[in-house]
Each structure stands twice: as C-alpha cells, then as structure tokens.
C-alpha cells in the first residue's frame, strides 16, 4: 500500500484537474463530500455546508486566526474568510493545489488575507499561534496520526479548537469488511484510518482534548447515479490493471461507499480543544 506524503502528493499532483472537473465542487472549488443537512437545498449549499459547521466553532474575536490543514485548492479557507473578518494559512501537499488556491485567493480579494504553502502537515513550518485549525477529508492521507495532532497541537493557542471532518473506522468492523477497506485503503491513499477512541487517544497524548463528536453519514448521499454507474464500472473492470490515478479514486470510492453504506465507516466531525493552560506535549521520538 502506498501511504508516505510524496505518494499522496502524487496522486493530488494527477488527480486535481480531474477533481475539479468532474467533481461537484462548484464555485467554491471544495474536495469534499456534500451534507444534506436540514435546510440545504442545493449543491452549493451542500458543498458549503462544512463550512457552516466549521464556522460555528470560531472564536467570537474580532479577526481569528485560521488554519486549513489539507487545504486543497483553497476553496474552504476561502469561503470562511469570505464570510468572517479573519486571516488564514492553507496547507497542502500538493505545489498544483497551492499554487491554485493562491489563484483563487487573488481572484476573490482575498490575497493578503490568506497564505498558502505547500508542505506536509505532520512535519508543518513554523507559523504564529491560530485560534480554530481544521482538516477536511485530509485527515485519512496523514502518515500518522499521532504526528497530525501533535503538530495541529502546537499551532493552536491555548483554548484553541481543531475540526477534523473525515472518515472513521468502526470499532470492530466484521472480516468481510477487509477487502472493501484495503481497497478504500489503496484507490484513495489513505494511512490514517482510525476508530473513534485511538482518536481521541492521539489528540490527548498531544494535549487535546476531545469535546464533541457527530456522526455526519446521516446527511451524505449514498448511491447517486454517478456512484452506480461507477459501481458497474468497477465491478465489470476492477480485474483489469488499469494505471490512471484517477481510475484508483473511483475504485477507492467505490469501495468507500459499500463501507460507509454498511457501517464500516462513518463520516464525522470530530471536534478537540487546547485546554487553556497547557503546552502541547512534545512527540516521543
Ligand atoms: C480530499 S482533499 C480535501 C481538500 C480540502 N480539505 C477540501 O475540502 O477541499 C485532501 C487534501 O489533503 C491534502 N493532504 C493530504 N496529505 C497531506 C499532508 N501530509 N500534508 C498536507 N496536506 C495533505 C491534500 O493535498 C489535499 O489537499
């Protein structure tokens, strides 16, 4: 399985164009998974609606200071900022992203407001204290876990809040959810699979603390047409050894909604804290 940063900054380096072009990310240019929560009656609406739920975290402070971490191509920092005074770092391990979402920034004014690198977000650069740091669907690519929250950790101020939006295992997924997984595992370059508890457990060894957990699935749209006709897709070509990334991202997407569809997985947002009076502990090795 390929799981070191520069495997998944390959994938994102061939994959992005394609995202962008046949994903539903609109105008926001978001690469995330639309929420049909109460109310949304739109794609867009859908595709923002992550957002909505990472805003209500912000500190009521005049300009927060925010963090995307797994930026993609700036859409989600963008659209916080375009929606609340603020400035922002996004991270991304792709050079392709970062230099598409400073595109993006520029063409919405937003250009000396927000910054973005490209670098990886276990081993970040050293930057100022930020108020809310989050990580949409990124999470799962990281090469470890304990390193994401020990880093996410130490760029928080203390009382600061971290989002994480992404797939989690179930505690005890059956035997014959293997393969599904392995095949999520592979087709989407994802190392960092982890179930609720192990979670929590690396964010408090990285002096986090856990205060809210949601179970999003609910809002997810399971099986569309576009998921079915890939399912036919994968099912009738899955023995033939095709080597386009892109074709590795329908097979792990396919294998991503057999296992969200039968609760192997979830989709959460997972929320944790920097209590105000500690310092982040400092990682083992
Ligand atoms: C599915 S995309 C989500 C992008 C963005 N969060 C969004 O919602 O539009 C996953 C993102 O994680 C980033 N990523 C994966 N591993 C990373 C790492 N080790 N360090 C920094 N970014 C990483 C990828 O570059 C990509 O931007």
Not at 99 to 123: I, P, W
Not at 158 to 164: E, H, K
Not at 196 to 210: F, I, K, V, W
């Amino acid at each position: 399985m390929s799981d070191a940063p520069g495997d998944v900054a390959a994938y994102y380096e061939q994959n992005t164009r394609m995202f962008l072009r046949f994903g539903r990310t609109g105008d926001i240019g978001a690469i995330h998974r639309e929420l049909w929560a109460p109310g949304v009656g739109t794609v867009a609406e859908a595709v923002d609606h992550a957002h909505v739920l990472i805003g209500a975290q912000l500190p009521e402070i005049a300009s927060p200071r925010i963090l995307d971490l797994g930026c993609g191509v700036g859409g989600s920092l963008c659209q916080l900022l375009l929606q609340r005074r603020g400035e922002g770092v996004g991270l991304t391990i792709s050079p392709t992203q970062a230099g598409l979402a400073r595109q993006r920034a520029e063409a919405a004014g937003l250009a000396d407001r927000c910054t973005f690198l490209c670098g990886d977000f276990t081993d970040p650069p050293k930057l100022e204290p930020f108020d809310l740091a989050f990580a949409i669907e990124s999470f799962v690519h990281g090469p470890d876990p304990a390193r994401f929250f020990q880093a996410a950790a130490g760029l928080l101020r203390p009382g600061g809040r971290l989002v994480v939006i992404d797939d989690v295992l179930s505690p005890s997924p059956p035997p014959e959810a293997a393969r599904h997984l392995d095949a999520f595992r592979r087709g989407w370059r994802v190392s960092s699979l982890e179930p609720p508890d192990a979670l929590r457990q690396h964010a408090e060894q990285a002096g986090l603390t856990c205060v809210g957990d949601q179970d999003l699935t609910p809002w997810l749209r399971l099986w569309r047409w576009r998921d079915r006709a890939v399912a036919v897709a994968v099912v009738g070509l899955g023995w033939l050894p095709i080597p386009h990334p892109y074709w590795a991202s329908l097979t792990g997407g396919h294998a991503l909604q057999v296992c969200l569809s039968r609760g192997w997985l979830t989709y959460r947002m997972v929320l944790f804290e920097r209590p105000r009076s500690s310092d982040p502990k400092a990682p083992d090795s």
